[in-house]
């Protein structure tokens, strides 16, 4: 069964973590073009620093919640077939417009970065711009997948 990998211990290699950026879109959304150009800024220097220091992934915007589906099961009884396949009996896939969850942050983007142990990726996460205007959610992959 995969497992989260060793972090932060003598002679393991880094792990990756993902940051995903949560901010309210909407409060976004009315923001002036220039300033929201100055803000992006802020971003692609967080990107030069995470690149000089080896940490660098990945990043992407994500488009607006308003352009987004999401796929639900709805209704049936999920089983467990051999093999460990895992079927829902009697629902039925439902697209739905926007993100299921009503919340009041949305997410917007994230990076990905490989670093050392979950500490390293905290003090990252706490160095990111958007920290300054909505929340970070920092999760480590899982190895094997």
Same mark, same amino acid.
């Given at each position: 069964?995969p497992g989260y ?10 792990? *990756?973590? &993902?940051?995903? /950026? !949560? #901010?309210?879109?909407? =409060?976004?959304?009315?923001?002036? $073009?220039?300033?929201?150009? *100055?803000? &992006?800024?802020? /971003? !692609? #220097?967080?990107?030069? =620093?995470?690149?000089?220091?080896? $940490? ?81 959610e920092v999760r ?6």
């Open positions: 069964m990998a060793a972090g932060g211990e003598e002679g393991t290699k880094p792990m *990756k973590y &993902m940051l995903m /950026l !949560y #901010a309210d879109e909407k =409060a976004g959304a009315q923001i002036p $073009a220039e300033d929201m150009a *100055k803000a &992006m800024e802020t /971003l !692609y #220097a967080y990107q030069d =620093a995470l690149t000089k220091a080896g $940490a660098f992934v990945a990043t992407a915007a994500l488009a607006r919640t308003w352009d987004a589906k999401t796929l639900r099961m709805e209704g049936g009884e999920v089983k467990v077939r051999a093999g460990g396949h895992f079927v829902n009996e009697g629902g039925e896939l439902q697209v739905h417009d926007g993100p299921y969850a009503d919340t009041r942050e949305q997410l917007g983007g994230y990076f990905i970065i490989d670093v050392p142990d979950m500490d390293a990726a905290l003090k990252w996460a706490a160095r990111c711009p958007a920290a300054q205007w909505g929340s970070i480590p992959y899982l190895n094997g997948f």
